[in-house]
T-cell receptor, first 115, second 115 residues
């Protein structure tokens, strides 16, 4: 079965501390992997994605994620968070090989950065 | 590039009426569009996938007679919520897939409130 799992519904962290948001998936086919961020009452913004090549991908605002095929994971990390990083983060997976490569989302993780 | 315009951003309608939500790709041709529904503090649930000129493919549990999807052109897809009820109140988001590998872009969402 194809699925996306974000085990942590909420991650509280103090400002300037490191953070890791976990994402695991289950698939029998190749995948593309994405992280999206959603601020309150707004749409989705693409944070970063893995399609192929280097397993470590970075965003322009300091986030990075590493594709681990053996562990079927794509965890999101940031070495030092800011108050402005407070938002809902969604991991999404595109399962390849079907008629349409639909994007399936995890349940989301609320990153709550505290001063 | 690859911008999707979704409107209205907010709509309030009376129970029993129908509401149409539009999603337009502004600078590219969207071969495939996806419609998602997001419940409060929940993830995005894929409702259906539509390809231009053909019938939409609905996910299990989604009523196709209630959520009518039309993808008449490569730049426009519409979702019509028919005979709306308060339980249909939700945040609806469209997404377009474009030819760039791993390319998905999202509309800004529509907040539907049925009273």
């Amino acid at each position: 079965a194809q699925s996306v799992t974000q085990l942590d519904s909420q991650v509280p962290v103090f400002e300037e501390a490191p953070v890791e948001l976990r994402c695991n998936y289950s698939s029998s086919v190749s995948v593309y992997l994405f992280w999206y961020v959603q601020y309150p009452n707004q749409g989705l913004q693409l944070l970063l994605k893995y399609l192929s090549g280097s397993t470590l991908v970075e965003s322009i605002n300091g986030f990075e994620a590493e594709f681990n095929k053996s562990q079927t994971s794509f965890h999101l990390r940031k070495p030092s968070v800011h108050i402005s990083d407070t938002a809902e983060y969604f991991c999404a997976v595109s399962f390849l090989g079907g008629a349409t490569n639909k994007l399936i989302f995890g349940t989301g993780t609320l990153l709550a950065v505290q001063p | 590039g690859a911008v999707v315009s979704q409107h209205p951003s907010r709509v309030i309608c009376k129970s029993g009426t129908s509401v149409k939500i539009e999603c337009r790709s502004l600078d590219f041709q969207a071969t495939t569009m996806f419609w998602y529904r997001q419940f409060p503090k929940k993830s995005l649930m894929l409702m259906a996938t539509s390809n231009e000129g053909s019938k939409a493919t609905y996910e299990q549990g989604v009523e196709k007679d209630k959520f009518l999807i039309n993808h008449a052109s490569l730049t426009l897809s519409t979702l019509t919520v028919t005979s709306a009820h308060p339980e249909d109140s939700s945040f609806y988001i469209c997404s377009a897939s474009f030819t760039l590998v791993g390319g998905y872009t999202f509309g800004s969402g529509t907040r539907l409130t049925v009273v």
